[in-house]
């Protein structure tokens, strides 16, 4: 795991992606709903092949957060900052396709689809034909089809999946659909790639290979990877920089050991020990 090395700005960089811009840059980041802080001066910056954990108990505003850097929610006040580039005024799809994909809490699949449909879906920012070339199965529109197959099985192969390409999704085991939503995330090619609570359900050993799993992603692709994950074991043995949330504030950052001897992350979960 590499060191983490302070940086100017709002936290920590991995000495691997020192030198080259972080692939996320939020300042001041918040949101209101009928006049309560849901997310209040949020701050957190992201290396270009950095794996991120961001933490914290139930309610903290964790999944609030992945819906402001994906446009879900647009905030209230704040700066998005995504490869440089500000994402003020775009809209989810936009966010997209300027690289940012997620995963969710909640699977969302198209159970109905094959395993490779859905993976199929995830490539359209890559599409290269027109509505008529399609509509008339014109010779662009098979090269197109030919390469999106490919590209899928390829996709797929990550987790040793091509072989259920042509089963339905909502037929796969729980852990499978969970892999499922990561390749399809994978197939609009982020930059950033956001998973919420990717660990859930899951159990000692399909933990392990999913850590495993996010590891090769990261080195495959060269990808910055954020995640909100409840499984401290997962999130203490992959994660280089973490950012605690609570009350919809970040209360500490730092590395894994620096996060597990912080006295303001210790009150968080367990709560305030009471004076003798």
């Not at 034909?129 to 010779?139: A, D, Q, V």
């Not at 990550?158 to 089963?167: N, V, Y």
Request: charged content about 25%; some cysteine.
């Amino acid at each position: 795991m590499a060191k983490m090395v302070p940086i100017p700005s709002t936290g920590l960089l991995t000495e691997r992606d020192l030198g080259k811009a972080p692939i996320l840059e939020a300042t001041h980041l918040g949101i209101e709903f009928g006049g309560l802080k849901a997310v209040d001066d949020f701050n957190i910056t992201v290396g270009r092949t950095e794996i991120a954990g961001l933490i914290g108990p139930n309610g903290a505003g964790k999944t609030t957060v992945f819906n402001l850097l994906t446009k879900v929610y647009q905030p209230t006040h704040g700066t998005i900052l995504l490869d440089g580039k500000d994402t003020h005024g775009m809209n989810a799809i936009q966010v997209n396709k300027a690289g940012i994909a997620r995963t969710f809490q909640n699977i969302r699949l198209f159970n109905s689809l094959t395993v490779e449909e859905n993976v199929k879906l995830g490539l359209h920012n890559h599409t290269n034909y027109s509505t008529l070339e399609g509509i008339l199965r014109m010779p662009k529109y098979w090269q197109e089809e030919k390469r999106a197959h490919e590209r899928a099985l390829e996709l797929l192969s990550i987790f040793d999946m091509q072989d259920l390409a042509d089963h339905k999704a909502g037929s796969l085991p729980y852990g499978a659909q969970r892999r499922l939503e990561i390749v399809r995330a994978l197939a609009t090619e982020p930059k950033l790639l956001l998973l919420d609570e990717p660990a859930a359900g899951m159990n000692p050993s399909e933990t392990a290979e999913l850590m495993e799993n996010i590891r090769k992603i990261r080195d495959t692709f060269q990808i910055a990877i954020l995640l909100i994950e409840h499984d401290m074991q997962l999130v203490m043995n992959i994660c280089e920089g973490i950012a605690v949330l609570n009350y919809g504030k970040i209360i500490a950052k730092g590395t894994p050991e620096e996060i597990q001897a912080n006295p303001q992350v210790i009150e968080a979960y367990l709560g305030k020990k009471k004076e003798d």
